[in-house]
């Protein structure tokens, strides 16, 4: 496992980071995350979780949101998010 992905214990707090947004775009028909000269389309899982990155939830607590909500198998919806948020840390979209 990758040193970001240590980083997402159970207790981390996930936000974007500063200049970091999710936007509807009307124009595609979806939503994009915008950084700082760069744009990335986020898929309907993505903006799922990360509508949940607020700082406020834990990492466990967005897990157990979408368990709750999509009623799927814990242990692949946490590898799932995981995947999601350690690829964002490294792309300095996200913080903990």
């Known amino acids: 496992m990758t040193?970001?992905?240590?980083?997402?214990?159970?207790?981390a707090?996930?936000?974007?980071?500063?200049?970091?947004?999710?936007k509807h775009?009307?124009?595609?028909?979806?939503?994009?995350?915008?950084?700082?000269?760069?744009v990335v389309r986020a898929d309907p899982i993505a903006v799922a979780v990360l509508?949940?990155?607020?700082?406020?939830?834990?990492f466990a607590d967005i897990v157990d949101e979408l368990c709750a909500v999509y009623k799927g198998d814990r242990e692949r919806i946490e590898n799932d998010v995981r995947v999601l948020l350690v690829d964002l840390f490294t792309k300095r979209m996200i913080g903990i």
Do not use: N, T
């Open 25 to 38: 775009d009307e124009v595609r028909g979806g939503y994009i995350l915008l950084a700082p000269e760069r």
């Open 3 to 11: 040193d970001a992905g240590r980083e997402f214990a159970p207790s």
């Open 13 to 22: 707090k996930p936000r974007l980071l500063r200049g970091v947004r999710l």
């Open 51 to 58: 509508q949940r990155c607020d700082g406020i939830r834990s």
